[in-house]
Structure formats: C-alpha cells, structure tokens
C-alpha cells in the first residue's frame, strides 16, 4: 500500500472514532458530513436521512450550509439518494447532469451545483438509516477508494445516528422531556404576564417567585433526573466502607432540622443501642435517608410529628422515618416508587420532582436491600429500609 493510502486510512480510523462522541444528533450529523468531506477528497457531503416509518427521506446536513434551515426537506424516492436507498448499494456518478434521477431540489436551496455525487447507503444491522453523499471530487473522479473508505465511515455514522435515536427515544428522556414541559410553560406564561404594562406590584411579585419556584424545580429535576439515569446504567460507583449507622442517621437528621423547624414538626429519636455497623457507600446512603427524611417533612402536617427509629429485625438493620401527614391512598401505592409519580394533589401540598423515590429505591436496592412503606389516610405514613449488616468489608464491596 502507497503512503498516501496509508495516512489516508490512518485519517479514517480517526474520523470515525471521533464521530460516533457524541449523543446529539445535529452535532453528530455535522461530523460525519465534515469527515465525509475530507475523507473523500470531496467539495461537500451531505447526509440524507430515511424516516422508515414514513418511507420518507430528508435532507438532513451538509457541509455546505451553515444554518439548519434546509433540515427535513424532503428528497423524492426516485432520487440517486433513493436509489441507494432502495437498492442498499453506493453508486457513483461522475456527471450528475446525464443523470436523470438527480434531483434539483437541494441544489436550487443550497445555490451549490453537484457535477460528481459518490453516495453510499447508512445501514446497521438490521436498517437503512439514510444515505451519506459526498459531492464533487476535487481532483478527477471518485475511485474504488474513496467509496470504501466512506463505506467504512457510513457504516461508523450509522451506528452512531441509530445510537442517538435510540437514546432520544428512551422512555427515560422522552418522560423528562414531557416533564420539563410542565415548569417550562409555567414560567413562559409567568414572563408574558411581567411584560405587560398593566399588572399591579403584587401580581409582579407574584409571577417573580413563581419563576423562581419553578426554575429552582428545574434544576432539582435535572440533578435527580442525571442522578437516577446514572444510576440505572450502572455507571456509578458504589464505595463501600464501614459506616457507623446512628451517626448518619443523626447527621441526616440535623441538615433535615430546620426544615422541620420550620413546619413545627415534633422530631422523635430514641438512638438505638449496639446498633451493628454496616457497610455501604455512605453518601449514597445519605442520599436515601435525606430523601426520606425531606418527604417526611414535606408531607407532613404543619405541627406534626417526625419520629426515626433504628434498630435491628431478622439479621438485618432497618431504619423507619415516621410522619403524621395526610397519608398514601391504597390506589398510589403501586405507583410511589415510579418516575416522576406523585400522589395526585400533592403539588399543592410541597413542590417536588417525583424522583426521589425512585432514586432511593435504586440505591437500597444496590445495597442488597429493600424498603417498605405502610400508610393510612389521615394519620401518616412509615418508610422503612432494610439493609443487610455484614461486618465483613471484602464481602459487601463483592457485591455492591
Ligand atoms: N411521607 C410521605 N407522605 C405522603 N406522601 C408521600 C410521602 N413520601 C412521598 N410521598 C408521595 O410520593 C411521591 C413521590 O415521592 P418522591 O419521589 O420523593 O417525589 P417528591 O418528593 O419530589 O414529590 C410524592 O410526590 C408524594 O406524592
Ligand atoms: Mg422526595
């Protein structure tokens, strides 16, 4: 092999693996279009994406184009993109204008002119995601090469277009999605209310903190919500240590406190003795009790009582966070420890997420433990958590 195809395919390897970095589509597209460009010595390259659902295709990215607006227009089926398309096959055309499946459409919206078109299909295993093109060859025509090497970066393009649409559609991100809908508009009608001339002082403070409150819910939203998809990836890591249990309970406690104080809640602690040390990651462990903790506070009646108790039960330690508020309906109670539920009408009682259940599951559960909630209307709610207490550190960091 020549030098020259050397470093050519040297330059391919990397232009792959840079592609496939990134889980934003439009970023994504203009990656390959520009590796596309360079790997085949191209004027331009341009991607076509294929709406299979649809039988559809649309002109998506170039590198020719600076603004998004040519994005989705649609390129008829009997076009060489659609050819490819049909036929899973690349095709060269060295003088698009004897060609008849050309289509003038994108040329006209672009002002660019295509004498010579190398396309190649985008196919993953099982799908043809869309066609990659690149446009006029800058010195003679396109080789055997130059259609391999795209080949190559194509079939790295369409496993990372196939990956961020996977990731777009994963029912994690489309209900985050749908529940930032719900501050977002919030927020958007609060700011159109402030910019009209009329409203009284006390409307203006109104609006102002409702703003506030819901943009300060947002980003509880964002935090919980990358915390819990950390989580359920599994790429967190748990570190294990000997934790002394009351002492994180009683930490847990004394940041929870002036919240309480501020409800008038009676806090009830009887510190459990000989309580076993236990082994877990204590910041996540933390994060278990503060969340529990702060629902017993937010769904709490003002004056109420917030009782903790720990002690041990059947080999294994539980703690119980006690409150006297309005209680849990038997139809929730199948539903608490789903993402973003929360009982119908508690958000006119405290302002919430619907995440941190879900979170505190997860972490029990990655403990090797397990939580319980038993609850009565009109007199309260108990969530008790179990966990197994091994004395052996090289045990628990086996399993956790
Ligand atoms: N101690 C509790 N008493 C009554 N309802 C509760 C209690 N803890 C949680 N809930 C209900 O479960 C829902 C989910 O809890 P959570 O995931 O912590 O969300 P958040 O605290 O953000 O509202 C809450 O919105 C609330 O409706
Ligand atoms: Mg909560």
């Given at each position: 092999?020549?030098?020259?195809?050397?470093?050519?395919?040297?330059?391919?390897?990397?232009?792959?693996?840079?592609?496939?970095?990134?889980?934003?589509?439009?970023?994504?597209?203009?990656?390959?279009?520009?590796?596309?460009?360079?790997?085949?010595?191209?004027?331009?390259?341009?991607?076509?994406?294929?709406?299979?659902?649809?039988?559809?295709?649309?002109?998506?990215?170039?590198?020719?184009?600076?603004?998004?607006?040519?994005?989705?227009?649609?390129?008829?089926?009997?076009?060489?993109?659609?050819?490819?398309?049909?036929?899973?096959?690349?095709?060269?055309?060295?003088?698009?204008?004897?060609?008849?499946?050309?289509?003038?459409?994108?040329?006209?919206?672009?002002?660019?002119?295509?004498?010579?078109?190398?396309?190649?299909?985008?196919?993953?295993?099982?799908?043809?995601?869309?066609?990659?093109?690149?446009?006029?060859k800058l010195e003679g025509g396109y080789t055997e090469e130059d259609q391999e090497m795209?080949?190559?970066?194509?079939?790295?393009?369409?496993?990372?277009?196939?990956?961020?649409?996977?990731?777009?559609?994963?029912?994690?991100?489309?209900?985050?999605?749908?529940?930032?809908?719900?501050?977002?508009?919030?927020?958007?009608?609060?700011?159109?209310?402030?910019?009209?001339?009329?409203?009284?002082?006390?409307?203006?403070?109104?609006?102002?903190?409702?703003?506030?409150?819901?943009?300060?819910?947002?980003?509880?939203?964002?935090?919980?919500?990358?915390?819990?998809?950390?989580?359920?990836?599994?790429?967190?890591?748990?570190?294990?240590?000997?934790?002394?249990?009351?002492?994180?309970?009683?930490?847990?406690?004394?940041?929870?406190?002036?919240?309480?104080?501020?409800?008038?809640?009676?806090?009830?602690?009887?510190?459990?003795?000989?309580?076993?040390?236990?082994?877990g990651d204590k910041d996540k462990l933390k994060q278990v009790f503060l969340n529990l903790?702060?629902?017993?506070?937010?769904?709490?009646?003002?004056?109420?009582?917030?009782?903790?108790?720990?002690?041990?039960?059947?080999?294994?330690?539980?703690?119980?966070?006690?409150?006297?508020?309005?209680?849990?309906?038997?139809?929730?109670?199948?539903?608490?420890?789903?993402?973003?539920?929360?009982?119908?009408?508690?958000?006119?009682?405290?302002?919430?997420?619907?995440?941190?259940?879900?979170?505190?599951?997860k972490i029990v559960e990655t403990h090797q433990g397990e939580i319980k909630v038993k609850?009565?209307?009109?007199?309260?709610?108990?969530?008790?958590?179990?966990?197994?207490?091994?004395?052996?550190?090289?045990?628990?960091?086996?399993?956790?």
């Amino acid at each position: 092999m020549s030098d020259k195809i050397l470093d050519r395919y040297r330059r391919l390897v990397e232009l792959s693996r840079d592609v496939a970095s990134t889980l934003e589509l439009d970023a994504l597209l203009n990656r390959i279009v520009t590796a596309a460009k360079e790997i085949s010595e191209s004027e331009a390259a341009s991607i076509l994406l294929y709406e299979e659902s649809l039988k559809q295709l649309f002109f998506q990215a170039s590198t020719n184009l600076d603004s998004p607006m040519m994005g989705g227009l649609r390129v008829p089926l009997d076009s060489i993109a659609g050819w490819i398309i049909n036929n899973k096959k690349p095709l060269v055309i060295q003088d698009v204008s004897q060609d008849s499946r050309f289509f003038g459409g994108v040329a006209k919206a672009t002002n660019f002119q295509s004498r010579s078109i190398l396309g190649v299909p985008l196919m993953t295993k099982n799908k043809t995601v869309g066609v990659l093109e690149a446009i006029n060859k800058l010195e003679g025509g396109y080789t055997e090469e130059d259609q391999e090497m795209l080949m190559v970066l194509g079939a790295q393009a369409a496993i990372a277009i196939e990956n961020t649409r996977l990731f777009l559609q994963s029912d994690l991100i489309s209900e985050m999605v749908h529940e930032l809908r719900t501050p977002l508009g919030s927020i958007n009608s609060a700011t159109y209310l402030l910019l009209r001339p009329e409203i009284s002082a006390e409307q203006y403070q109104k609006m102002v903190s409702i703003i506030q409150g819901e943009a300060r819910r947002l980003s509880e939203m964002t935090t919980s919500f990358l915390d819990l998809s950390r989580l359920e990836s599994g790429r967190v890591q748990f570190i294990p240590e000997e934790i002394n249990l009351t002492n994180l309970l009683v930490e847990c406690a004394n940041i929870t406190f002036s919240s309480m104080v501020e409800r008038q809640l009676q806090f009830e602690w009887d510190p459990p003795k000989n309580l076993p040390h236990i082994v877990g990651d204590k910041d996540k462990l933390k994060q278990v009790f503060l969340n529990l903790l702060s629902n017993a506070v937010k769904y709490n009646t003002s004056k109420g009582t917030l009782t903790m108790k720990a002690g041990t039960r059947d080999g294994r330690v539980f703690v119980s966070i006690i409150d006297t508020g309005p209680g849990i309906p038997k139809e929730s109670m199948g539903s608490l420890f789903k993402k973003f539920y929360r009982v119908p009408g508690t958000e006119k009682l405290a302002q919430g997420t619907g995440l941190g259940l879900s979170i505190v599951k997860k972490i029990v559960e990655t403990h090797q433990g397990e939580i319980k909630v038993k609850s009565k209307v009109g007199e309260g709610t108990t969530f008790t958590v179990y966990l197994p207490f091994r004395r052996e550190k090289a045990k628990a960091e086996a399993t956790l």
